[in-house]
T-cell receptor, first 112, second 118 residues
Framework: KNQVEQSPQSLIILEGKNCTLQ??????????LRWYKQDTGRGPVSLTI?????NTKSNGRYTATLDADTKQSSLHITASQLSDSASYIC???????????FGAGTRLTVKP | NAGVMQNPRHLVRRRGQEARLRCSPM?????VYWYRQLPEEGLKFMVY????????ESGMPKERFSAEFPKEGPSILRIQQVVRGDSAAYFC????????????????FGPGTRLTVL
């Protein structure tokens, strides 16, 4: 069983709308959680990184939240744009630094 | 400061041939990671290397696959006697030093090499 589960698997929204992507994890002991954006045919690019003590972090129109007690994270995208169409990947690291667990990603499509 | 570079970007091989994928990490990075991504699937960790050392190869198939990161030059992922199931995108990532909290090990990804086995 994957230790990082993302939902939904795919999502289609209209341009200008908001959306929220979910990430649940069982990785332990927890070190940090990252959200990556992967455009089709490209490598992933980091959006945010959050450690145990951080509840929320923003990067432009992207806001990530973390609840370390329930082991859940969300990525909220506001005022979506066509360029937001991509896969969004949640990655959780254990305190063994090279032990990174990747979620399968959420495929977001923003339509005009 | 150039990012992580991978070449070739696209590689076509026939069954039974060898595939060599190269990765040059970001300047100053001494940690390299290789991942495989099958179509419509997430990234799967393969191997983690530091200069001249394989640190973790738990995600790499035991046969036909090997990786190295020599003192000089790029990291190489080698696949011998390729089969159709090896067709995938192979991503390399690099990071700088790692501290006890894992905070400084943010990985920067290359554009990937798309391997097609005919």
């Amino acid at each position: 069983k994957n230790q990082v589960e993302q939902s939904p698997q795919s999502l289609i929204i209209l341009e200008g709308k908001n959306c929220t992507l979910q990430c649940n994890y069982t990785v332990s002991p927890f070190s940090n959680l990252r959200w990556y954006k992967q455009d089709t045919g490209r490598g992933p690019v980091s959006l945010t990184i959050m450690t145990f003590s951080e509840n929320t972090k923003s990067n432009g129109r992207y806001t990530a939240t973390l609840d370390a007690d329930t082991k859940q994270s969300s990525l909220h995208i506001t005022a979506s744009q066509l360029s937001d169409s991509a896969s969004y990947i949640c990655v959780v690291s254990a305190t063994n630094n090279n032990d990174m667990r990747f979620g399968a990603g959420t495929r977001l499509t923003v339509k005009p | 400061n150039a990012g992580v570079m991978q070449n070739p970007r696209h590689l076509v091989r026939r069954r039974g041939q060898e595939a060599r994928l190269r990765c040059s990490p970001m300047k100053g990075h001494s940690h390299v990671y290789w991942y495989r991504q099958l179509p419509e699937e997430g990234l799967k960790f393969m191997v983690y290397l530091q200069k001249e050392n394989i640190i973790d190869e738990s995600g790499m198939p035991k046969e036909r696959f090997s990786a190295e990161f020599p003192k000089e030059g790029p990291s190489i992922l080698r696949i011998q006697q390729v089969v159709r199931g090896d067709s995938a995108a192979y991503f390399c990532a690099s990071s700088s030093f790692i501290d006890g909290q894992g905070f400084y090990n943010e990985q920067f990804f290359g554009p990937g090499t798309r391997l097609t086995v005919l």
